[in-house]
């Protein structure tokens, strides 16, 4: 059986962080949690992530890990561990550079 997490990504061009915000029994659910929440949200920007309840876990090297690893290995992002023990990303210098032309290339449509 698979479950769907929603996941909040939160955070300035220097810190982020991920927070699950609600589990779900499909894709579906998930997605009109999501269109449920309040207004003032909306720029704030989620993942809905597959999980099979009971699996083994994931190897963080492999599947939708890889892009973070990559985001890393290409120097965008760099991952730290809080006070509170949570993984933390934050964007490098080139990551900031990048964060800032989208923001500027969304404002612009």
């Known amino acids: ?8 990504i939160m955070g300035d061009p220097t810190n982020l962080s991920i927070e699950t915000i609600g589990v779900y029994t499909s894709e579906k659910r998930a997605l009109r949690a999501l269109q449920n929440l309040p207004a003032e949200t909306d720029g704030l920007v989620y993942n809905i992530e597959a999980f099979e309840v009971n699996a ?14 990559r985001l890393m290995d290409e120097g965008i992002i760099d991952q730290l561990v809080g006070e509170d023990g949570k993984f933390y990303y934050i964007l490098t210098e080139m990551g900031s550079e990048i964060a800032k032309k989208m923001t500027e290339d969304n404002d612009e449509t």
């Open 1 to 8: 059986m698979k479950i769907f997490a929603l996941e909040v």
């Open 56 to 69: 083994e876990p994931r190897d963080i090297f492999q599947d939708t890990y890889q892009d973070v690893k």
